[in-house]
């Protein structure tokens, strides 16, 4: 399984265009050793040739034209497509609601047939209270949804019946997006708001855990973890009150559903015991020092044995052996 990194900032992007932290004019005027990165966004093939969006970022459009892999292939077609229109973009599965990780579907909105996944909860807040997302519905066939029932494994099939990805989800009970009202989420069910995924093809490819938002480890999250070859995990923030620090109002790290990084509660400390993993914190803030690596936060996250992925690494899980980056 071929697992690419599209982008692996949190929402905003890294600069973002509003702020003048100390990250961010950094990296405006090069004197910070650290890269620009977009909006979360990964996207993984079990055969080279069908790809799977792990949620949709506002980033979206840009990470397909950046990347080959995703570009639409001239030839062939379907009854529904034309000769000139064939993306190898077979799905999306949104691991929740938040803006950033749904917006980049209304950029899929261009009648190509797109299959999406997602827990019933979060296609009800897209597709009943949000006419916007009536774009992808345009024609019958335009968009097919999925529902993903926490705890049940599921097949991401694609027009090659030899070639699958498994996926389990995993709720994280985390809240519901800020946009969500206490009215808009009496019917919801909270189990559904925010899942982590676990991904396996069937061709021995190894397995990937996503994770991109965790309010907190359990020590089954840990187990489901060293099951895994290839960890990317929630690194939006490196301290609880990380932007409380930039501007009064603002919610903690845990308040938005977010583990920080650091501290005794924190994903270094709680992680710390993981042997099998690679690991890779992903969804990192721009408010984040681990950005900078010449920063005493990056080094100790290195030194604990973690990663901080960049946009356009690419990782190719094959079992026995351990995860390689390209």
């Known amino acids: ?104 579907l209304l950029l899929l909105r261009e009648l190509e047939p797109i299959h999406i996944y997602s827990t019933v909860s979060v296609r009800r807040l897209l597709r009943e209270h949000n006419i916007f997302f009536n774009m992808l519905s345009r024609q019958p066939w335009q968009s097919v949804w999925t529902d993903i029932v926490p705890g049940e494994s599921f097949q991401l099939t694609t027009a090659d ?49 996503y994770f991109p938002s965790v309010p907190e480890v359990s020590d089954r999250l840990l187990d489901i973890f060293e099951s895994c070859d290839l960890l990317l995990f929630d690194g939006t923030f490196w301290v609880d009150d990380e932007l409380v620090r930039v501007q009064r109002g603002f919610r903690s790290a845990t308040e938005m559903g977010h583990l920080p990084i650091s501290g005794a509660g924190g994903s270094l400390n709680r992680l710390a015991k993981l042997r099998r993993p690679r690991k890779i914190f992903v969804h990192i803030n721009n408010t984040n020092p681990i950005l900078d690596k010449d920063s005493l936060q990056y080094r100790q996250v290195i030194d604990a044995g973690w990663e901080v992925a960049e946009d356009g690494w690419e990782f190719r899980l094959q079992r026995p052996k351990q995860a390689l980056a390209c």
């Not at 840009?62 to 190898?88: C, M, N, V, Y």
């Not at 019946?161 to 809240?175: D, E």
Request: glycine content about 14%; charged content about 15%.
């Open 1 to 104: 399984m071929r697992a690419k990194v599209l982008g692996s900032a949190a929402g905003g992007g890294f600069p973002q265009w509003n702020c003048a932290c100390r990250n961010c004019n950094g990296i405006r005027e090069r004197t910070l050793n650290a890269s620009a990165r977009s909006q979360c966004q990964i996207a993984i093939s079990s055969n080279n040739s069908d790809w799977f969006l792990l949620n949709a970022s506002p980033d979206l459009r840009l990470q397909i034209e950046g990347t080959p892999e995703l570009h639409s292939r001239p030839g062939g077609g379907t009854p529904r497509t034309s000769a000139s229109r064939q993306s190898p973009i077979a799905g999306a599965l949104l691991t929740g609601g938040d803006l950033d990780q749904v917006l980049g």
């Open 161 to 209: 019946p030899s070639s699958y990805i498994a996926c389990q989800p995993i709720s994280l009970s985390g809240p519901f997006p800020a946009y969500v009202d206490g009215k808009g989420a009496a019917d919801l069910k909270t189990d559904e708001a925010v899942l982590g995924l676990v991904l396996e093809s069937n061709n021995g490819g190894g397995r990937l855990a």
